[in-house]
DNA sequence: TTGATTTTTTATCATTTGTTAAATTTTTTC
DNA sequence: GAAAAAATTTAACAAATGATAAAAAATCAA
């Protein structure tokens, strides 16, 4: 999915202020594997995905995996890029990625000067703000096997894409306990 | 807490647009039980939160709460404000309430014709998107006992405030669990 | 205050999910 | 294509949480 494309998805703008975000937009690859944000660490860029697919997770005992991002979506590190603090997830390709990298600092100076481009990063804020709230009201009153009946229906190619280890620990659940619910849907 | 301290708290604003904010804005006072919001309704107001407290529930078989809002806090129903469709939540008073009222289309004017309430408004979803992901990922690593001790570190005043089968609903587990979980910390 | 109502706790048993280990299947590498 | 490594499933038992009912405590209303 190209920049224009991704820029227009998140929300709808100007031509001239989509050409102000372009020229600050760089493109950059990398392979299967690569950590492109680590926690604890301020991040200064952030990146949409043009190509591939990614993960984000936190490191406790075990890694937890609460986002996966595809083509079209937004990587970034929310702490740096709302607070300037050391962002708690970490960032793992998991397949070979195109990326479009746009540096924080220079995004922040275009929030100050456009009002389209202030805009338009509210609407971003909003709409991922939606898509988590709605993830938290369903793992409070859903149990493990309808949250896995959910993202099959609403995201079926992630069950293609990424192997289900990862797919258990967003689910909130072990591996064990995912397998155990495949074995009772069949 | 009054309505210039609540904006300036979200994100600092220049006097003149806190001033176009506040002239938008007009008091209403409920009693506690009043439902301020409607599940299922295109809401056409937003709430900041002066003096009281409120919770937001979902219905499902039985009522899910998911998030409490007390002062300073804003009260809104986020698939209104963003997608201008019915949302999920009910907001109900917890006490007799001092609110500020602004309504959302004045609101998307002040958006379109004030940089300053434009990135005002990106800060106030930003950091809502990052205390709605941080639940999100505790609720994914720990356990019912570890998210109650959470909570009560966190919003000891809540606890007095709130009765419990809502805390419960709020930690995403039956009364009955909380009870025992109390029972055991003691 | 007292009786009624609501909230919270306790108890018992059922269900779901976790843990560990081993078996099986799939993928990778040479 | 065979061996090695990684991912997934299965099994057995443990721990956490849910459901229901009843008891106890707290709050409310006359």
Redesign the pocket.
């Known amino acids: 999915m190209d920049i224009s494309k991704i820029l227009d998805h998140i929300h709808q703008l100007p031509e001239l202020s989509k050409l102000a975000l372009q020229n600050n937009v760089s493109e950059i690859a990398f392979a299967k594997g690569h950590i492109l944000l680590k926690a604890n660490k301020i991040e200064s860029n952030i990146y949409f995905i043009k190509k591939g697919l990614v993960r984000a997770y936190v490191e406790k005992?075990?890694e937890v995996t609460f986002w996966f991002g595809k083509e079209g979506e937004t990587v970034i590190s929310m702490k740096s890029y709302v607070e300037d603090q050391p962002g708690y997830e970490t960032i793992e390709l998991l397949e070979d990625c195109e990326l479009y990298e746009l540096k924080t600092e220079n995004l922040r100076k275009l929030f100050n000067d456009d009002v389209h481009i202030a805009n338009w990063g509210r609407k971003f804020a909003e709409k991922e703000l939606i898509k988590t709230e709605e993830r938290l009201i369903s793992k409070q009153f859903k149990?493990?096997?309808?949250?896995y009946l959910e993202l099959m229906k609403d995201h079926p190619e992630l069950l293609q894409r990424?192997?289900?280890?990862?797919?258990?620990s967003y689910l909130?659940?072990?591996?064990?306990?995912?397998?155990?619910?495949?074995?009772e849907i069949?």
């Open positions: 005992d075990n149990n493990a096997s309808e949250r990424v192997q289900l280890g990862h797919i258990a909130g659940i072990t591996q064990v306990s995912l397998s155990r619910i495949r074995a069949k």
